[in-house]
Nanobody, 118 residues
Framework: QVQLVESGGDLVQAGGSLRLSCAAS????????MGWYRQAPGKQREWVAG??????ANYEDSVKGRFTISRDDKNMVYLQMNSLKPEDTAVYYC?????????????WGQGTQVTVSS
């Protein structure tokens, strides 16, 4: 099993910044894509940002220029969120695609709450 633990969620005023972290641990041969999703109350979970094993990053249009995704060589993925808006309020989930014993697998974290006040 692979465990993903997110941290960094908090209550912040509009215009503020937060940095989310996600640590992957467990039986992992290699990690491929890593990403962040979010789910606001009453809405479906949506993709926010992703980063490939080679470091290529992509973003949902509403966060481009404000959010930055990054990863390191210790199975961590980060989401730097600047210029936060009330509409960014959501539970943020880490998502990891990895390989174990020639199987391609995917795992989700438990989520971390981000609340942006106006």
């Amino acid at each position: 099993q692979v465990q993903l633990v997110e941290s960094g969620g908090d209550l912040v005023q509009a215009g503020g910044s937060l940095r989310l972290s996600c640590a992957a641990s467990g039986s992992i041969d290699s990690i491929n894509a890593m990403g962040w999703y979010r789910q606001a109350p009453g809405k479906q979970r949506e993709w926010v940002a992703g980063i490939s094993s080679g470091g290529s990053a992509n973003y949902e249009d509403s966060v481009k220029g404000r959010f930055t995704i990054s990863r390191d060589d210790k199975n961590m993925v980060y989401l730097q969120m600047n210029s936060l808006k009330p509409e960014d309020t959501a539970v943020y989930y880490c998502n990891v695609h990895y390989r174990r014993r020639n199987h391609s697998l995917m795992s989700w974290g438990q989520g971390t709450q981000v609340t942006v006040s106006s």
